[in-house]
């Protein structure tokens, strides 16, 4: 119409305006309202209206503004689209800006638009602007109730929420679904657990149970509870569900390491006719790459061991054969959490090859390549990684930063790390506390304690994670006294030690010889902060006692192991027996290390030298001769 000249009546326009609209065809829309010559109240609505559905907040902000400038007496009905484009944006200052806006147009709210002000605050994170508007309520709705315990469990206020909740119901208002899936949200650690059933009952009690959107919530909230069982129940007596409820399975079991649990939750999915979605398969291989071994450091990221390549690798290369059949290869989200799978399981090469052929890439893509290298090596790809990602224009975050810190470290490269840190400064990150704690580890790793030093004593603030870095690098570099110091220092400050501050300071008593010392730490943790020996712990003390020459408490320790002892503290043992020459010791630790690997020449060599040393040639020579016969090496053996 708007070609031939012709342009109908107002009406007529608006009906036009808003079948565009209606059939989401957002452009045609804009530009018909564009070429209208008049337009009224109803003409904004609409447009607003259209921006609001798509989700288009900004383009939709800016069409008020215009409205504002063009004079346009918004109503009430206008002002509940703008209320909804500005919780969308989570703007507070232009929320606070239309709500001053209604006020000085003398709008009479009602309760639907007081409601949509309440859940505006609430997105934006002003739950006190929030409550004002609430208090302020003539007349309150169930929407009204859940705008604002949706509010509160979003931002953490769990118990007020529940608090909102009782008095709901002592005001005759009865919840809905939306009222208890705000409220499952709120309840996501195992210490929730008692109230996630809570909960559960009171949904059974209002007949909810067998909703689709609750039961998915119910099982959501279970699994991130830590009771995966609690979440099977569920989903088992669950009458409908949809593709969200099987992927919220699957997560729960990701989540817990449960890789064959979740590809058996597919497979059923599959067989009940539910064609599988991205989310889908972004469980799936989180449940590869969380069933893979995970050791925490005290810092940085935690630190994978991969499974040498063996059953969840094969899993995570099935559902990589799955995703390429359902054409999803080239989604961003599923490439990304394929190379978290193939890094965490440990092929880089893998990785690599998905990376490589990922049409689009954002800041998450290439931080996985930065860890993946960081994490297996060769580390100086990790680098040049990161000059491909600047190259590409993507602006590296806070955890590109962390990984390639950690690269550094793993490379043990002075000059690296001072290159890393550079161009962490120009960034603007020095000062974040995980950054910076992860500087302290790497400069120690380094081998540059007065670096590590130096950025510890400039952080504004320190955390467990900074302390026990610094305690840990002072004692490896043999600062024991220092390492001690910072130990009482950190307690005095009022944090309290974990399992990995106690490993730094057996380290630093073991490096100085402070044997009373260390044995006084290794009986205090559990003692006076419940925390119990790990097999690493009685390592330490192994290792202390037996450079000490306390070789039968070492061997009492190594007995009083939580654990069977690995080949590194019976191989501390050994070293500790032939400084000392104790021929007894030294042969027990020899039979169990020759249990581990018989062929091991270490071994071998160490007995020797300790039967020479102390003159013992009638068992020495017998040994030559075994090491001959079975094709082991003679290397520092004279």
Not at 111 to 128: D, R
Not at 286 to 303: D, I, L, M
Not at 425 to 450: N, P, Q, W
Not at 591 to 602: E, H, I, K, S, T
Request: with cysteine; proline share 2%.
């Amino acid at each position: 119409m708007t070609t031939t000249g012709f342009m109908p009546d107002i009406q007529l326009s608006n009906v036009i305006l808003n079948m565009y609209c209606k059939c989401g065809s957002l452009s045609n829309a804009r530009q018909f309202f564009d070429a209208m010559k008049e337009r009224d109240m109803i003409s904004w609505t609409l447009m607003l209206g259209g921006y609001t559905k798509k989700g288009r907040s900004k383009e939709g902000f800016e069409l008020y503004e215009q409205s504002q400038v063009a004079g346009v007496r918004c109503d009430r009905i206008m002002y509940v689209s703008i209320v909804s484009i500005c919780a969308s944006l989570g703007d507070v200052r232009k929320g606070k800006a239309v709500h001053t806006d209604i006020k000085k147009a003398g709008i009479a709210t009602d309760v639907i638009l007081e409601s949509n002000l309440v859940h505006m605050y609430a997105k934006c994170g002003s739950m006190k602007l929030a409550h004002e508007v609430f208090d302020k309520m003539v007349e309150r709705n169930v929407v009204s109730w859940n705008a604002m315990i949706a509010g509160l469990a979003q931002n953490g206020d769990t118990e007020v929420a529940f608090e909102l909740f009782q008095q709901m119901q002592h005001e005759n208002v009865q919840p809905d679904r939306i009222t208890f899936t705000s409220l499952l949200g709120a309840c996501a650690s195992p210490e929730a657990l008692k109230l996630g059933h809570w909960i559960h009952a009171k949904i059974i009690k209002a007949g909810l149970e067998a909703d689709v959107h609750v039961g998915t919530s119910l099982v959501s909230m279970f699994a991130k509870c830590g009771s995966t069982q609690d979440a099977r129940k569920v989903f088992d007596k669950m009458v409908v569900r949809n593709v969200v409820s099987w992927n919220a399975m699957i997560n729960g079991y990701a989540e817990h390491g449960q890789c064959d649990d979740a590809i058996e939750i597919f497979h059923l999915m599959q067989h009940k006719g539910f064609k599988p979605n991205s989310g889908t398969f972004i469980g799936l291989l989180k449940a590869c790459a969380k069933h893979t071994s995970v050791q925490k450091t005290g810092w940085g990221p935690a630190r994978s061991i991969p499974a040498a390549l063996g059953s969840d690798f094969k899993q995570g290369q099935w559902v990589h054969a799955n995703i390429i059949q359902a054409g999803l290869e080239t989604d961003l989200r599923v490439g990304n959490a394929l190379i978290n799978m193939f890094v965490k399981c440990g092929s880089i090469q893998d990785a690599q090859r998905v990376f490589d052929k990922m049409e689009v890439r954002d800041v998450i893509s290439w931080t996985a390549m930065i860890e993946g290298y960081a994490e297996h090596g060769p580390f100086g790809k990790a680098k040049e990684v990161f000059r491909q990602m600047q190259c590409n224009g993507i602006e590296p975050d806070l955890v590109t930063f962390i990984c390639l810190i950690k690269a550094c470290a793993n490379q043990a490269s002075l000059q690296e790390a001072r290159w890393v840190h550079s161009i962490i400064e120009v960034a603007g990150f020095g000062s974040d506390l995980r950054v910076a704690t992860s500087m302290v580890h790497m400069y120690a790793k380094c081998g540059s304690v007065i670096d590590a030093r130096s950025i510890f004593n400039k952080m504004d603030e320190q955390d467990l994670a900074t302390w026990n870095a610094m305690i840990v690098g002072l004692a490896q570099h043999g600062y024991g006294r220092e390492a001690l110091q910072h130990f009482h220092q950190m307690i005095l400050e009022g944090l309290c030690p974990n399992g990995l501050t106690y490993l730094g300071v057996l380290s630093a008593c073991g490096h100085a010889g402070f044997v009373d010392e260390g044995l006084g730490y290794f009986f205090s943790m559990s003692k006076d902060y419940s925390i119990s020996p790990t097999v690493e712990h009685f390592g330490c003390m192994v290792d202390l006692l037996g450079r000490a020459g306390e070789l039968d408490e070492a061997e009492d320790f190594v007995n009083k192991m939580p654990q069977t002892p690995g080949a590194a503290v019976w191989g501390s043992l050994l070293g500790a027996c032939r400084l000392h020459g104790n021929v007894r010791l030294a042969e027990v630790v020899a039979r169990f290390l020759l249990g581990f690997d018989p062929q091991n020449a270490a071994v071998y060599v160490s007995l020797a030298h300790i039967y020479a040393n102390a003159n013992l040639w009638d068992k020495a020579t017998p040994l030559k001769k075994l090491m001959e016969e079975r094709g082991i090496k003679e290397a520092g053996l004279s």
